[in-house]
């Protein structure tokens, strides 16, 4: 069964600076995809950054980035340049074979201070 | 274009009590998938419909069912309420449905049971 781990439950850092959250998961598909999944406190969960399993290439989305490590199993995610709107809970999220299913992570809660 | 809307936004019922929550995809969208979002358990896949069809079930029990119409609206439905179901139901919707596809979540419907 699929499995996605988050270790770190919270982080706090300050407006500007540069974090990574970490992830890491387990499948036995080959063809899988990635995704990290941000929830404000309104509660809307909004995708940040998604990430092909058979793409080597880590994917970029403005002030976010992974780090792909396929044969390590883990997908963290940085966020350059942290901003006051990005203050959330962060999940990391599967999904594999033809299923559209996401398999979460418990996710990490992100405070950025001004 | 409209985004995902999700009705009602909260609902308080009682024990023993049945619930029917909506979900009106992103126009042109065919698959809507719903998600349980409790503290304890996370983020837990229910159902995933694709063209009135369900193609993916979570491991709940019976007492949670859904349904997709022609217009691609979906309902889910919880009969026999209890403590435990109280929690932040997420629907979310896809162009086609299948691994990878990027999933436009709603605001949720927060279910309080009594």
């Known amino acids: 069964a699929q499995t996605v781990t988050q270790s770190q439950p919270e982080m706090s850092v300050q407006e500007a600076e540069t974090v990574t959250l970490s992830c890491t998961y387990d499948?036995?598909?080959?063809?899988?995809?990635l995704f990290w999944y941000k929830q404000p406190p309104s509660r809307q969960m909004i995708l940040v950054i998604r990430?092909?399993?058979?793409?080597?290439q880590n994917a970029t989305e403005n002030r976010f980035s992974v780090n792909f490590q396929k044969a390590a199993k883990s997908f963290s995610l940085k966020i350059s340049d942290s901003q006051l709107g990005d203050t959330a809970m962060y999940f990391c999220?599967?999904?594999?074979?033809?299923?559209?299913?996401?398999?979460f992570g418990k996710g990490m809660k992100l405070t950025v201070n001004p | 274009k409209a985004g995902v809307t999700q009705t009602p936004r909260y609902l308080i019922k009682t024990r023993g009590q049945q619930v029917t929550l909506s979900c009106s995809p992103i126009?042109?969208?065919?698959?809507v998938s719903w998600y349980q979002q409790t503290p304890g358990q996370g983020l837990q896949f229910l159902f995933e419909?694709?063209?009135?069809?369900?193609?993916n079930k979570g491991n709940f029990p019976g007492r949670f069912s859904g349904r997709q119409f022609s217009n691609s609206r979906s309902e889910m439905n919880v009969s026999t309420l209890e403590l435990g179901d109280s929690a932040l139901y997420l629907c979310?919707?896809?162009?086609?449905?299948?691994?990878?596809?990027?999933?436009?979540f709603g605001p949720g419907t927060r279910l309080t049971v009594l």
């Open positions: 499948t036995s598909e080959s063809n899988y995809y």
């Open positions: 979310a919707s896809s162009l086609s449905g299948g691994a990878g596809h990027e999933q436009f």
């Open positions: 126009s042109g969208h065919r698959s």
């Open positions: 999220a599967l999904t594999e074979g033809g299923s559209e299913k996401l398999v």
């Open positions: 990430q092909e399993a058979y793409k080597q």
């Open positions: 419909y694709f063209s009135e069809t369900q193609r």
